[in-house]
């Protein structure tokens, strides 16, 4: 179910974040095992449970981001491993809320947390893992790495809220959904990339540089997920294609096509996700509307916009094989929709 996008672009065809890989695969060793000893305790429940979404093979774009970004000014102290296992655990922990909060029943192709062990053991553990992140951050010693975290950490849970407030309400304007999605997903990046010329001691400029490229990133990558939920496949989401549709959430898409649509096809919208008629039919009237307006391919531009910011906020950097990964990385994002 869903419409098969292709761009048709051989760079997209070809996008890869090997290059990344191979940066930061030595780094990326020690950041896996201080994953693993530092998601342990005595309490059973907690370790099994953070294990389960740890080990469900997410591609932990993020912490390679902040491991890069770091060694692209010359880093050679310890603290990036560190750093970069606290973004893996925010990012962990905010998975394990999402799900909760969604009430999902798939993350990346596996019954979620919540379903096996309960919502109540999904939200503490999550909070197990940010404080294990947060202490792991003092642990580095820089108060501008730990601001940059904590203030993300606080704008993340600023944008869960802003979802749950516009949930099933087809009134949301594009501009608030971007904000939704700048605070829940665009900020983890941006603090991933911002946090490594910090402990780098690189300059106010390159800070900012590797900040806006992390923002841009992230829209980019949400987007993309938007596009991909209805117009992917479950094995490129690791959930059910339309769940978006079916958990009554506003993604770009959906905004696109109810403003675009007649006024029969608006009261559809309103039915669909307002009063919550959504079974398999009316997923397919959704895709059918949205490949109508152009509501996906559309959602694609968008990204693509959002990477070209992205890609514009590394271009005065000094040449590295680190920046020529993380431009990498834009391609790879967005080429997810082939």
């Keep these: 179910m869903g419409v098969v996008l292709n761009l048709d672009e051989k760079k997209n065809q070809q996008a890869s974040i090997q290059k990344l890989v191979d940066l930061t695969k030595a780094d990326m060793g020690r950041v896996n095992a201080l994953i693993l000893s530092k998601a342990g305790s005595d309490v059973e429940m907690i370790p099994e449970v953070a294990n389960h979404l740890i080990s469900s093979g997410g591609k932990r774009l993020r912490p390679m981001m902040t491991l890069a970004a770091a060694a692209m000014f010359g880093y050679e102290g310890e603290g ?3 750093l970069a296992t606290s973004v893996e655990f925010m990012h962990t922990a905010t998975l394990l809320h999402d799900d909760v909060v969604d009430e999902s029943d798939l993350r ?3 019954s ?3 379903m096996i062990w309960g919502n109540q053991a999904s939200v503490l553990v999550g909070d197990f893992l940010l404080g294990q992140a947060f202490k792991m951050m003092v642990d580095v010693g820089s108060l501008d790495a730990l601001d940059v975290l904590a203030t993300s950490a606080s704008v993340i849970a600023e944008g869960e809220v802003m979802q749950l407030a516009a949930a099933k309400n087809m009134e949301t304007t594009e501009d608030e959904y971007l904000a939704v999605i700048k605070a829940k997903t665009a900020a983890l990046f941006s603090a991933a990339a911002e946090v ?7 300059s106010r400029a390159h800070r900012l540089a590797l900040r806006s490229y992390g923002l841009n990133l992230g829209l980019a990558f949400q987007l993309i997920d938007d596009a991909l939920d209805y117009g992917g496949t479950a094995a490129d989401l690791g959930k059910n294609v339309g769940d978006d549709f079916r958990e009554g959430k506003i993604t770009m898409p959906l905004l696109l096509s109810y403003r675009r649509g007649s006024e029969d096809e608006r009261a559809f919208w309103k039915s669909s996700i307002e009063q919550g008629n959504n079974d398999d039919e009316a997923l397919q009237k959704a895709i059918g509307l949205m490949t ?3 509501s996906i391919a559309d959602t694609v531009q968008r990204a693509r916009h959002f990477g070209e910011i992205a890609r514009d906020a590394l271009a005065p950097l000094p040449q590295t094989p680190q920046k020529d990964a993380l431009i990498d990385v834009i391609d790879f994002c967005i080429s997810r929709v082939n």
């Design 196 to 202: 490594g010329p910090i402990i780098a001691d690189a």
């Design 108 to 110: 990346r192709g596996k």
């Design 292 to 294: 109508k307006h152009g």
């Design 112 to 114: 979620t947390a919540r």
């Design 80 to 82: 990036h491993v560190q």
